[in-house]
C-alpha cells in the first residue's frame, strides 16, 4: 500500500503555527508520520487500512467517491493530524525554526528561537494535539465507528521526545 496523506500541506499550514516558507515536503513527512503513529492507535488497524485505500483510490482512480464512513473519519481526525504533524515537525526540525519561521537562506535578519519560545510552541502543539484526540474520539464514538484499545485512546503529553501519561506521579510503575 502506497503512503498516502490525508490532509494536503497547505492545511497543516493554515490550521496550525507552522508558516507558508516551510518546504511541503518536510510536512508531508510529519503527516504521514502522524497518521501511522497516532491515527492508526485511535481509529484501528481495520478502520485505518480501509481509510488508506479509499485515499489511494481517490487519488489514483479518476471520479471515485469515498464512502461515508471513511469521510466521516478523516473530518473527525484531521485535526489531530494537523497537531500532532506540528508535534512532529517541531521534534524533528527545532534548529531550523527562527523568529521569521523556519531558516530561509536569502534572509540574513533572521534568529533562531530562544529554547524556552521552543518549548512553548511545543506545548502548545502537545495540548491541541491532546484535545483535539479527546474531541475525535469522542465524534468517532457518537459515529458509533469504532476506535482503537482504551490505552491508545488516552491522553499524552510529551516531555523530552518521551510520552508520559498524564496525572501519573512516578516512573517504573
Known sequence: MK????????????????????DDKLILN???????????????????????LEVEALLDTPGYVMTEESVK????????????????FLDNNSLKVT???????????????SSLELGS?????????????AIAIRRL???????????ATKSYSSAGGMFIPRGRKECGS
Open 3 to 22: 503512503r498516502y496523506a490525508w490532509i494536503s500541506p497547505n492545511y497543516l499550514k493554515s490550521n496550525s503555527i507552522i508558516q507558508i516558507n516551510v
Open 30 to 52: 510529519s503527516i504521514l508520520n502522524c497518521q501511522e503513529i497516532y491515527i492508526r492507535q485511535i481509529i484501528g488497524k481495520n478502520n485505518y487500512d480501509m481509510v488508506s
Open 73 to 88: 473519519i478523516i473530518d473527525a481526525v484531521r485535526m489531530v493530524i494537523v497537531w500532532g504533524a506540528t508535534r512532529d
Open 99 to 113: 523568529n521569521k519561521g523556519v531558516v530561509r537562506l536569502n534572509d540574513g535578519q533572521n534568529q533562531a528561537v
Open 121 to 133: 510552541f511545543k506545548e502548545t502543539a502537545a495540548n491541541k494535539f491532546d484535545d483535539y484526540k
Open 141 to 151: 464514538k457518537d459515529l458509533n465507528i469504532s476506535v482503537g484499545s482504551d490505552a
